[in-house]
């Protein structure tokens, strides 16, 4: 009989919350709330982006209360742009500036590697035997060229882990009701994703036109089920509908950003 996984927790240390998941005593996948920062306004208040309008330092405050609660002494963030590059990440203090991409993976331990989210979705991947771990920004761009496909195949040719070996979870992001896309981004997954099909429902506005739900947290998943990797516990929470936990684009175009984190610990917790 196999053993129960653990779930996501929801946790608070000093004011900062977020969902923390560990299926294994050397390995944490962390998703923080809007909760437990100083930024103010459209911010309020745990803004983890310096790239949205918020003041400087709000964010590096927003950092330090993170890293001291989550007791990561390196938080290292990718300058994303909605591509699909993959960074291999082999070292802590590589300046953030240098690193343009939309997923990243490293076998450091002690390390915590995070993407700023605001209804896009975050794929944590890691190796069965926390050999390496990665993580993908998956919005409708990131998931039509297939970025966590990309991510998962350069982990296993790296590390020498076989796909079906490694594992991934699901993060909060945008739910089909609330993402609602026109013909081109239907368009460009017909171009690049199989199955596209699947994973768009046909809405007609009170206009008359036609949109799509577009379910990413689902084309994400089939994706990765069909090359062999295995899901452990997803988190599946809306953004634009968890008003008071996350950041949404959708509900206000100045907003700021949540963090998804994943890292191998350094030692197992005492």
Excluded at 207 to 224: C, E, M, P
Aim: aromatic content about 10%.
């Amino acid at each position: 009989m196999s053993a129960v996984l653990p779930d996501w927790e929801f946790k608070s240390q000093d004011g900062i919350e977020r969902y923390e998941y560990s299926p294994d005593p050397r390995l944490r996948m962390i998703f923080l709330t809007r909760r437990g920062g100083v930024s103010r306004g459209d911010y309020e208040s745990l803004n983890l982006s310096f790239d949205v309008g918020d003041k400087t330092y709000h964010v590096e405050e927003n950092y330090t209360r993170v890293r001291q609660a989550l007791q990561l002494p390196a938080i290292l963030t990718v300058k994303q742009t909605h591509s699909d590059t993959v960074l291999p990440i082999a070292y802590e203090r590589t300046p953030p500036e240098l690193l343009e991409g939309d997923a990243c993976f490293t076998d450091c331990t002690g390390l915590g590697l995070g993407l700023k989210v605001a209804d896009c979705l975050p794929v944590y991947i890691y190796a069965s035997d926390m050999r390496c771990v990665g993580i993908a920004h998956c919005g409708w761009r990131g998931t039509a060229a297939r970025l966590a496909e990309k991510t998962a195949r350069l982990m296993s040719r790296r590390f020498s882990v076989p796909l079906p070996d490694l594992r991934f979870s699901l993060g909060p992001c945008i739910c089909p009701n609330c993402y609602l896309v026109g013909d081109d981004v239907r368009d460009r997954f017909d171009d690049d994703f199989p199955a596209a099909h699947k994973f768009f429902s046909p809405v007609t506005t009170a206009k008359g036109n036609t949109r799509y739900g577009l379910d990413i947290r689902a084309a994400n998943r089939w994706l990765l089920r069909e090359m062999g990797l295995v899901e452990v516990r997803s988190l599946g929470l809306c953004t634009r509908e968890t008003t008071s936990l996350f950041y949404s684009v959708r509900r206000g175009k100045t907003t700021g950003r949540n963090l998804a984190v994943i890292a191998l610990r350094s030692a197992p917790p005492a």
